[in-house]
């Protein structure tokens, strides 16, 4: 099994920054595939941004330039580094974790089977 807590959420100004941290414990984080996803009321789950065990990198185009994801397996964290912040990126954002020998990014929430418990962005206008 492994266990992910986030951290780092919060309330930010429009054109702010934030940085999110998810934590892994209990199995191999190196080999695993992470991803970031959120979900804002009334919409589905979406892929923010995935990164492979070998750092290949891959975000959804609303997030491009402006969010950056990566790991260090010494600590085992995932990070997610938020720039130029929107209201529309208001959310509860996921860290998730593919299990077994998935070693490569993926876009789908269902390609994932371990989740965190979600932290809330606020982005004010």
């Known amino acids: 099994q492994l266990q992910l807590v986030e951290s780092g959420g919060g309330l930010v100004q429009a054109g702010g920054s934030l940085r999110l941290s998810c934590a892994a414990s209990g199995r191999t984080f190196s080999s695993a595939a992470m991803g970031w996803f959120r979900q804002a009321p009334g919409k589905q789950r979406e892929l923010v941004a995935a990164?492979?065990?070998?750092?290949?990198?891959i975000y959804a185009d609303s997030v491009k330039d402006r969010f950056t994801i990566s790991r260090d397996n010494a600590k085992n964290t995932v990070s997610l580094q938020m720039t130029s912040l929107k209201p529309e990126d208001t959310a509860v954002y996921y860290c998730a974790s593919r299990g077994g020998l998935k070693v490569t990014a993926a876009t789908m929430a269902n390609e994932y089977d371990y989740w965190g418990q979600g932290t809330q962005v606020t982005v004010s206008s």
């Open positions: 990164i492979s065990s070998g750092r290949s990198t």
